[in-house]
Nanobody, 124 residues
Framework: QVQLVESGGGSVQAGGSLRLSCVAS???????MGWFRQGPGKEREGVAR???????EYLDSVKGRFTISQDKAKNTLSLQMNSLTPEDTSMYYC???????????????????RGQGTQVTVSS
């Protein structure tokens, strides 16, 4: 059984930083992982991903501010978020896809597994 457990969300003022973490268990393949977010009344959007070959991709609006990283030894995925703005306010979810052979072609929001989410609130 795959489990993804996020932590690290919270409330900060604009310009502040937060670091989200996701501990994964039960994954049987070295696959693609990432973060997506969904704010009130908004569509889900992929924020950042790291594929099994280490390649990373970011949503344009977070480039230069967010950094995704992975500690495979600890089965942990992290998202360092700097220079936060109120527009970053959202529920953030960790996600992982089931198979490495197909995950590169799939959007983060379509990944097979996701956590319960952690809330990030940025005040102006």
């Amino acid at each position: 059984q795959v489990q993804l457990v996020e932590s690290g969300g919270g409330s900060v003022q604009a310009g502040g930083s937060l670091r989200l973490s996701c501990v994964a268990s039960g994954l049987t393949d070295t696959t693609c992982m990432g973060w997506f977010r969904q704010g009130p009344g908004k569509e889900r959007e992929g924020v950042a991903r790291i594929d099994f070959d280490g390649k990373t991709e970011y949503l344009d609006s977070v480039k230069g501010r967010f950094t995704i990283s992975q500690d495979k030894a600890k089965n942990t995925l992290s998202l360092q978020m700097n220079s936060l703005t109120p527009e970053d306010t959202s529920m953030y979810y960790c996600a992982a896809d089931r198979y490495s052979w197909s995950c590169k072609a799939r959007a983060i929001i379509a990944f097979d597994y996701r956590g319960q989410g952690t809330q990030v609130t940025v005040s102006s």
